[in-house]
Structure formats: C-alpha cells, structure tokens
C-alpha cells in the first residue's frame, strides 16, 4: 500500500548481549496500551483480511527502550484504511541528544498489503532507492531497502495479514548508509508481532 511504502522512520541501535529468545520472553509478557489515543482506527467488514498486530499498543516501553527509541514519544501516525486495505502505524523519536533532536525517528506500520506486492512495488522504477535485498530476521524472512533522497532504510516482514513495515529515518538527512543497524532493531521489534501472527 502507497501509505506503507511511503512512510518515513528510523532507530539506532539494538540490543548487546540479548538474543531473540530473551526478546521473545518481554513480547510475550507484555499487555497491550490502552491509552485512548493509542488505540487504532475500527476495522470494518470491508476490511479484509484483518489486521491483529498493532504496534502501537502492543511494542512495549522495554522494547522500544531497547531498540534506543523514547518510550515517551510514542504516537499514533496518520495510518490509513482504504477498503479493503488498512495501515496501522506507531512512531518513535530516538533518545539521543545534541543540537538536532531528535536526530531519527522509527515507524512501524502493520498492514494487510502483501509483501510481495510490496517488494514489486520498490523493485519497479523509477523510485530512487537501492536494489531490494533479500533477509531473514528471526526465522522470518523479508526484505530491506534504501531509499533516497530521503534517507530511509525499509524493513518488510511477511505476518499472515500482509506485513509489517519498520522504517528508519534520518532527520539530519546525511547518513551516507541509513540501513547501517536497522537489522538489529528489527530483530528486537519482531518478535512483538507473534508467532500466531
């Protein structure tokens, strides 16, 4: 969908000395946010299939902290739902000072597009980004991006609904490699969609 592959986001690094397994255990034991501004847009009988995982309520305050976002900045993006198609995304700022803050800031956007589509999509001209590349995060296997000129690195992750978008964005507009890291964060963040999902 226009609205996934169009986002922008970002996130700096993960996580030293924990693997998926001690990941898997937080995203297990965390219950979903109910603040009111949090919760996604209603899914109405012309939305199909269902989307389950949304990272907004169900990414929690450990993991965020731990793929180097501010838990406090969490937001509910401008998602969309275009019938049959929905978007559910949540972005963060990093928790990095300086000058310029923040200096990136991490999507990431559940839909019901396929990833194929998705991955025809990037691959067909005349976006500016690098070629797609195949890649496997915890067993799940996607594909990651470049784009420029806005200095994007795109993470997709096949779910059983479509896939999840995780995007980082350079505010500063300058890194020379924007994915350089990103795989870690995806690492931290996927296991928070389920196993069942």
């Known amino acids: 969908m226009r609205t996934v592959r169009l986002l922008i986001v970002l996130a700096f690094l993960g996580c ?45 305050d450990a993991v965020i902290s731990k793929a180097g976002y501010n838990p406090a900045t969490r937001k509910r993006y401008a998602g969309s739902a275009d019938p049959p198609t929905i978007v559910l995304g949540c972005e963060f700022e990093d928790d990095l000072h300086g000058i310029i803050k923040p200096k990136s800031t991490l999507e ?63 505010i500063i507009m300058d890194h020379p490699n924007p994915c350089d890291g990103v795989l870690d964060i995806a690492k931290i963040i996927e296991p928070t969609i389920g196993e069942n999902r």
């Open 16 to 60: 030293a000395g924990c693997g998926p397994q001690a990941e898997h255990q937080v995203a297990s034991t965390s219950t979903p946010l109910t603040a009111p501004s949090l919760q996604p847009p209603t899914q109405g009988p012309d939305i199909n299939p269902k989307v389950s995982y949304d990272p907004c309520t169900m990414i929690s």
């Open 108 to 170: 990431v956007a559940s839909s019901n597009e396929n990833i194929d589509a998705d991955r025809k999509y990037w691959n067909d001209p005349p976006h500016p980004n690098l070629p797609v590349k195949s890649i496997t995060v915890n067993g799940r296997a996607g594909f990651e991006m470049t784009h420029y000129p806005a200095y994007d690195c795109y993470i997709y992750l096949p779910t059983k609904a479509g896939d999840v978008a995780i995007i980082w964005h350079s």
